[in-house]
C-alpha cells in the first residue's frame, strides 16, 4: 500500500470518530508485517479522561486480531499545522512499532513523514526491564 492510499484509510478512519466533546476528529492507519492495514478514529467519552486517541484505537484493534509489529502509521486531523501524536500515543506506537515512520497528513493534501525516534527520544522501552 502506497502512502496516499494509507493516508486514504486514515481519512476513512477519521469519519467515524466520536468526538462531540471536543469536535476533533482524528483518524490512523497502521501497516502490519504482513500488510494488513487497521484503522481507528478518537472515541470520547463524556467522563472526558476516559478518551481514547485514534493510534491507539488503531493498535488496539489490530493487537486483538493478532498483529503486534506495524510498519508504518498514518495520521489526518483537519489543521493547518499538522497534528503530532500526543504523549502517550508515542509510547505506545513505540512499543508495538518501534522506529518507524509515522506520516502525519491534514484534508487540505499536505503531508509529512517524521521517524518515531524523532517523537520520542531517548525512549524507555522494555530493553530497560532486562
Ligand atoms: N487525539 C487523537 O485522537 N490523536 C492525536 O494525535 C491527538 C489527539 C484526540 C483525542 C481527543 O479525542 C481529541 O483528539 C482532542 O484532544
Redesign the pocket.
Known amino acids: 500500500m502506497n502512502q496516499e492510499e494509507l493516508i486514504g484509510r486514515a481519512i476513512e478512519a477519521r469519519s467515524k470518530?466520536?468526538?462531540p466533546?471536543?469536535n476533533?476528529?482524528?483518524?490512523?492507519a497502521v501497516v502490519a508485517e504482513n500488510g494488513e492495514v487497521f484503522i481507528g478514529?478518537?472515541?470520547?467519552s463524556a467522563s472526558y479522561g476516559l478518551?481514547?486517541?485514534?493510534?491507539?484505537?488503531a493498535i488496539w484493534k489490530a493487537v486483538s486480531e493478532g498483529a503486534t509489529r506495524f510498519t508504518e502509521i498514518a495520521?489526518v486531523?483537519d489543521t493547518e499545522e499538522l497534528?503530532?501524536?500526543?504523549g502517550v500515543?508515542r509510547q505506545i506506537i513505540w512499543e508495538f512499532c518501534g522506529d518507524i515512520p509515522v506520516t502525519l497528513a491534514n484534508l487540505k493534501g499536505r503531508s509529512e513523514t517524521i521517524q518515531m525516534r524523532e517523537l520520542l527520544p531517548r525512549a524507555f522501552d522494555t530493553k530497560f526491564l532486562k
Open positions: 470518530a466520536y468526538a466533546y471536543s476533533f476528529k482524528v483518524g490512523a478514529c478518537n472515541v470520547e478518551t481514547v486517541c485514534a493510534e491507539r484505537v495520521v486531523a497534528t503530532p501524536p500526543c500515543c
